[in-house]
């Protein structure tokens, strides 16, 4: 029961809290690549859930064994012949739960070590030529400041150089690291955009600016998706700020794609909104093919976020490009580790290029049935009390209706 509890009582928590997933149990698992993979079958929810079960069937493992050491005893005074019987049984009833937990792990372990090692079009032993695309792009990351500075008409130029010289480099695709700067006026604003349209038009990139809009009245934590062509296809307001750090209101819970003739179908999020279901699910129903993150992170939880959010791309089916501060920046797809991942430790104000395949929308298990097994986890959990409740329940009103009886006579 303890496995279902705690998996649905996190998905709730997952969909519902104002911390998402960011403290779940499998964030310890992010290393283990053929493990991580099983959430395109089933989400995070389930690396929870056979990760507490592991834990489970370890306790009862341990209880079983004090209880077969004092069995064994007791049986021994008696009977030798009773004792063999009882410790064989004690055995096959310690190994049951161990077993059944070790089938459907293997299965589902199995499932994941064949999704890393197997990609499309790579069965059996076939050459990097037959499977391997070419239809690459070079993305380039700015990585702004993160000390509140960066913010003056300078800086903006600076911010602009840098992009531009990424691409001269070759970069089809810049973006910035979030809040890379900050407007503070209307005039500001609109000058900052007209300029970011102007630098993407004269070098025909792509250009994802990101920056606190922090007029009198108004504070936004935005993200603008730009056209080669100067045309401003995106603008997103951080749906998910971070509690306790970010004190502006958060935007509308939904996510914002945009189909491109260069990059298929392209989403943004900024940072913490990776971490909320709710709000990545949108981007494997709208078969998102390259979703977009500007990122800042602070203390030592950069690695540890980065790899929690590119699980995203695994559940959801997308490429992902995130540029971040103080954290990892680089390139994930919807395969754990595969030939295309690229990341690096980024702290600021320096600028990287990526490689970023265009594999397009992976269509996983996760993307139809979404949460389901978090929920379901919780069904079956809320079942099983209600009736280990009500069988305790019973026991007890028959034993003082035997006690009653027992007096009367």
Same mark, same amino acid.
């Given at each position: 029961?303890?496995?279902?509890?705690?998996?649905?009582?996190?998905?709730?928590?997952?969909?519902?809290?104002?911390?998402?997933?960011?403290?779940?149990?499998?964030? $310890?698992?992010?290393?283990?690549?053929?493990?991580? @993979? =099983?959430?395109?079958?089933?989400? *995070?929810?389930?690396?929870?859930?056979?990760?507490?079960?592991?834990?489970?069937?370890?306790?009862?493992?341990?209880? %079983?064994?004090?209880?077969?050491? &004092? &069995?064994?005893?007791?049986?021994?005074?008696?009977?030798?012949?009773?004792?063999?019987?009882?410790? $064989?049984?004690?055995? %096959?009833?310690?190994?049951?739960?161990?077993?059944?937990?070790?089938?459907?792990? +293997?299965?589902?372990?199995?499932?994941?070590?064949?999704?890393?090692?197997?990609?499309?079009?790579?069965?059996?032993?076939?050459?990097? $030529?037959? /499977?391997?695309?070419?239809?690459?792009? *070079?993305?380039?990351?700015? =990585?702004?400041?993160?000390?509140?500075?960066?913010?003056?008409?300078?800086?903006?130029? /600076?911010?602009?150089?840098?992009?531009?010289?990424?691409?001269?480099?070759?970069?089809?695709?810049?973006?910035?690291?979030?809040?890379?700067?900050?407007?503070? %006026?209307?005039?500001?604003?609109?000058?900052? !955009?007209? @300029?970011?349209?102007?630098? +993407?038009?004269?070098?025909?990139?792509?250009?994802?600016?990101?920056?606190?809009?922090?007029?009198?009245?108004?504070?936004?934590?935005?993200?603008? !998706? =730009?056209?080669?062509?100067?045309?401003?296809?995106?603008? /997103?307001?951080?749906?998910?700020?971070?509690?306790?750090?970010?004190?502006?209101?958060?935007?509308?819970?939904?996510?914002?794609?945009?189909?491109?003739?260069?990059?298929?179908?392209?989403?943004?999020?900024?940072?913490?909104?990776?971490?909320?279901?709710?709000?990545?699910?949108?981007?494997?129903?709208?078969?998102?093919?390259?979703?977009?993150?500007?990122?800042?992170?602070?203390?030592?939880?950069?690695?540890?976020?980065?790899?929690?959010?590119?699980?995203?791309?695994?559940? %959801?089916?997308?490429?992902?490009?995130?540029?971040?501060?103080?954290?990892?920046?680089?390139?994930?797809?919807?395969?754990?580790?595969?030939?295309?991942?690229?990341?690096?430790?980024?702290?600021?104000?320096?600028?990287?290029?990526?490689?970023?395949?265009?594999?397009?929308?992976?269509?996983?298990?996760?993307?139809?049935?979404?949460?389901?097994?978090?929920?379901?986890?919780?069904?079956?959990?809320?079942?099983?009390?209600?009736?280990?409740?009500?069988?305790?329940? =019973?026991?007890?009103?028959? *034993?003082?209706?035997?006690?009653?009886?027992?007096?009367?006579?």
């Amino acid at each position: 029961m303890f496995p279902f509890f705690w998996t649905g009582v996190w998905n709730i928590f997952a969909y519902y809290s104002p911390l998402g997933d960011l403290f779940t149990y499998s964030q $310890s698992a992010m290393t283990w690549n053929s493990f991580r @993979q =099983i959430a395109s079958f089933g989400g *995070r929810a389930m690396l929870d859930f056979f990760m507490v079960w592991f834990g489970t069937v370890v306790v009862e493992m341990f209880g %079983n064994l004090d209880k077969s050491d &004092d &069995d064994t005893m007791a049986s021994a005074a008696a009977q030798s012949s009773d004792a063999r019987d009882m410790k $064989s049984h004690l055995v %096959n009833k310690l190994f049951s739960s161990l077993s059944l937990f070790c089938l459907f792990f +293997a299965l589902l372990l199995g499932y994941g070590g064949g999704q890393t090692s197997i990609l499309p079009g790579s069965f059996y032993q076939k050459s990097y $030529s037959k /499977y391997i695309t070419r239809d690459v792009i *070079r993305a380039g990351c700015v =990585i702004g400041n993160t000390d509140g500075t960066g913010y003056s008409l300078q800086d903006r130029q /600076y911010w602009f150089a840098k992009t531009e010289q990424l691409a001269k480099d070759g970069a089809k695709l810049v973006l910035w690291s979030e809040e890379t700067y900050q407007t503070f %006026n209307t005039t500001d604003l609109q000058s900052f !955009l007209n @300029q970011a349209s102007s630098v +993407a038009s004269n070098n025909s990139i792509y250009l994802g600016v990101s920056y606190i809009n922090n007029i009198p009245g108004t504070m936004e934590n935005l993200l603008t !998706l =730009i056209s080669p062509n100067g045309t401003i296809l995106i603008t /997103y307001n951080k749906a998910h700020p971070v509690l306790g750090v970010e004190d502006q209101p958060p935007g509308p819970n939904v996510l914002q794609y945009v189909d491109t003739p260069d990059l298929g179908r392209v989403g943004v999020g900024i940072c913490f909104d990776f971490n909320f279901p709710s709000f990545m699910d949108q981007a494997g129903a709208n078969q998102v093919d390259l979703m977009l993150q500007a990122s800042w992170t602070w203390g030592p939880i950069g690695t540890f976020h980065a790899r929690g959010n590119s699980l995203r791309a695994i559940e %959801n089916g997308f490429t992902m490009l995130r540029c971040g501060s103080q954290g990892m920046s680089g390139v994930f797809t919807a395969t754990s580790d595969s030939p295309y991942q690229q990341n690096f430790a980024t702290l600021t104000n320096q600028t990287l290029i990526f490689q970023v395949p265009l594999l397009g929308y992976a269509r996983t298990t996760y993307t139809v049935f979404k949460g389901a097994f978090g929920w379901l986890c919780l069904a079956i959990g809320l079942c099983l009390f209600m009736l280990i409740m009500g069988i305790h329940t =019973i026991s007890i009103v028959r *034993r003082k209706r035997t006690n009653a009886q027992a007096l009367v006579k």
